[in-house]
């Protein structure tokens, strides 16, 4: 029997303030697949990804992540669900009051069935995942630079050992040497862990970087979806004016 898609959404329709952003929107994640989300500002990237993550009910249509409906009402089932992914925002979200070490090991205490010791050790396993050292659990992240920021946050997604990692511009901000080192990273971490990820993003670069698979939304709706090859050959007012004469980068 074939394993059900990581992600699936099918005819999701959101509105927010009255205005539509997504109708009858359809999108099929596979296990292994690297999604490069694109879409212009206002169209809906940012609903689509608290969809996924279920802090946004949509309006109609289904969410579904490892075959389980996310308006499932076990309870049991959806923290289950929950734990299966791990998410990296764009700013990094760190907990300002809390060290590095403090930040990682959040959603290990959450589980309440670790002690101290065991969560010392996964939160260092974690540092060294991301090419941090264990004295960096000690500093609080106003003295972290952008790019130990990323390395920090993406520590914390990885604690709880997710299938599906959710990234939202993981390299915005950072200059273009910090950036390549990030990619370089997420592309290790994701061949050696067989992450299924999903990220936004208007690098190309990045995009060409990671990404085997792109996923373009426009016009309320994913209009096209495909290898980086099958998505140089469609014809779309976005798809054309976001990679104009630039369209070699992506292959």
């Known amino acids: 029997m074939s394993q059900p898609p990581v992600i ?14 997504h109708c009858d929107l359809d999108l099929r994640v596979e296990e292994g697949q690297i999604v490069g989300l694109l879409g212009g500002s206002g169209s809906g990237k940012t609903t689509l990804l608290r969809e996924i993550l279920g802090l946004l009910q949509p309006d ?7 075959g389980v409906d996310l308006n499932d009402p076990d309870v049991l089932l959806q923290r289950d669900v929950r734990r ?16 590095v070490f403090d930040n990682i090991a959040f959603p290990l205490r959450e589980l309440r069935c670790l002690d101290e010791d065991w969560i010392r050790r996964l939160v260092h396993l974690k540092l060294a995942m991301v090419g941090l050292e264990e004295a960096h659990g000690k500093l609080m992240p106003a003295e972290l630079s952008g790019g130990m920021v990323k390395r920090v946050a993406l520590a914390r997604a990885l604690a709880l050992e997710p299938e599906l990692l959710l990234l939202d511009e993981p390299t915005a901000g950072l200059d273009p040497d910090r950036s390549q080192n990030f990619v370089e990273l997420v ?19 990045t995009l060409a970087g990671l990404a085997t698979h792109v996923a373009v939304l426009a016009d309320q709706q994913i209009v096209a979806f495909g290898t980086k090859d099958e998505i140089m050959t469609v014809d779309h007012p976005f798809v054309t004016g976001f990679f104009g004469a630039d369209r070699r980068k992506l292959l």
């Not at 699936?8 to 952003?21: C, H, K, P, Y």
Request: charge should be positive.
């Open 8 to 21: 699936e959404l099918s005819g999701v329709s959101a509105s927010f303030r009255g205005r539509l952003v």
């Open 60 to 66: 109609t249509g289904v969410v579904r992540l490892f």
């Open 187 to 205: 592309g290790d971490l994701q061949r050696e862990l067989g992450l299924t990820v999903v990220m936004v993003t208007h690098d190309l670069n």
């Open 84 to 99: 299966r992914l791990g998410m990296l925002f764009q700013h990094g979200a760190l907990f300002s009051a809390l060290s």
